[in-house]
């Protein structure tokens, strides 16, 4: 794997998904039932969206419940959220 850009974040994510297709990349809030979506382009990398962010932080026992689902949709760049 290669390193193409870094950015600096507040957010804390768990888990990537790329973009089949696309330069973005979704990442699974580790503190809410969020996920957040970068984009690539011109060298960089930059925030492009938010799912969830005014979402309340997971409590000690309600993480599996809240922990959201997601896909890429195959005909456009835009995230499917199953929960």
């Not at 390193?3 to 804390?12: E, F, N, P």
């Not at 580790?30 to 990398?45: S, T």
């Not at 969206?49 to 000690?60: Q, R």
């Amino acid at each position: 794997m290669e390193i193409l850009t870094q950015i600096r974040s507040d957010a804390v994510v768990e888990r990537l998904l790329c973009h089949p297709h696309l330069a973005l990349v979704a990442g699974w809030d580790a503190d809410r039932p969020a996920i957040r979506i970068w984009e690539f382009g011109d060298g960089q990398l930059r925030e492009f969206a938010t799912v969830g962010a005014d979402c309340a932080v997971y409590g000690d026992d309600d993480r599996f419940e809240r922990t959201p689902s997601a896909t890429w949709l195959k005909i456009q760049a835009a995230m499917n959220q199953l929960t």
